[in-house]
């Protein structure tokens, strides 16, 4: 089976398009000359100026993402901290030149952390044990909630299972297969649903000056089982993740095999999903044998 490609845009998101409508909504802006810095699947980004940067839906699906942030993160972005997060500054509205709600936010500096050439040190280990515990904190009952990644790692199966048709020959599958039927096995998180960033890898973690910097890209902010995002220790080194203590809840054994089975899923995902990026593969090949072997 053919590996997915990025879906494409459903606009055609241009330079011109930005200026028009910073014209049109934020005329104080409009000077500012807009640079397309990143497309991934759902948004599209472009640098303004030197301290801001204007995000947008590419796709219909995405703009309910774009409005998740718009919402909830100015009243989670406090307790993230010391990472700088893009918090919405302006909200634009839907027009007659764009259908849909779109963000002007804070430029943050930095490299992902999946692209930096960077010794890892102490400093990503104790940043992280501040941050995971900080957001995961219960959740309203109005939080959003993410059919694909705040759900019983049960209503994960049947993507497992395509990930793996789709990487037929690429990767062995009755490993992956014994190792999700221990997990399927595992208690379920016990606790109220907690705030997830939902999309928590190193591609999302901005690192500056030498030092983990930023969290970006919450538009998979979801709630619930706080493995979802712990399975991003899976995806770092060994010697960060034996530095992260902080594990919730009163079954931590349990959170920590829950979180192999995310960070397994997510692995296959990303290799499922990565026909363009190299980096992706890799990182998806890496969380794999990592969630795989290394409890």
């Known amino acids: 089976m053919p590996i997915e490609r990025k879906p494409p845009a459903e606009i055609a998101i241009t330079p011109a398009l930005v200026t028009a409508l910073l014209d049109a909504q934020f005329p104080e802006l409009a000077h500012l ?50 990472l700088a997060v893009p918090v919405p500054l302006r909200v634009g509205a839907p027009s007659s030149l764009f259908p849909w709600p779109w963000s002007i936010v804070p430029w943050l500096p930095g490299q992902s952390l999946l692209d930096a050439s960077l010794r890892e040190t102490d400093d990503i280990a104790t940043v992280l044990d501040r941050l995971l515990p900080a957001l995961h904190q219960p959740a309203p009952i109005d939080a959003p909630r993410n059919p694909w990644r705040s759900v019983p790692l ?47 890898h190193p591609g999302n973690l901005l690192i500056h000056e030498g030092r983990l910097s930023g969290l970006i890209d919450f538009g998979d902010l979801t709630s619930g089982d706080p493995a979802t995002d712990f399975s991003l220790l899976w995806m770092m080194s060994a010697s960060i993740r034996d530095r992260v203590t902080r594990w919730p ?22 290799l499922a999903y990565s026909h363009d990026d190299a980096k992706f593969a890799a990182l998806g090949r890496r969380t794999i044998e990592a969630a795989l072997h290394e409890a």
């Open 154 to 200: 049960s209503a994960r199966t049947d993507a497992l299972h395509q990930h793996l048709r789709q990487l037929d020959g690429l990767v062995e599958p009755h490993p992956i297969l014994a190792f999700w039927d221990q997990v399927l096995a595992t208690p379920a998180w016990p606790g109220p649903p907690v705030w997830l960033h939902g999309d928590l």
């Open 249 to 270: 809840g009163a079954d931590p054994a349990a959170l920590r095999m829950r979180a192999r089975g995310w960070a397994v899923e997510f692995g296959l995902a990303y």
């Open 33 to 82: 000359e807009p640079i397309q810095s990143a497309e991934g699947w759902d948004n599209a980004l472009f640098r303004l100026g030197d301290d801001l940067a204007v995000r947008l839906p590419r796709r219909k699906s995405a703009a309910v993402l774009i409005e998740q942030e718009q919402r909830w993160l100015p009243q989670l972005a406090a307790r993230l901290r010391p």
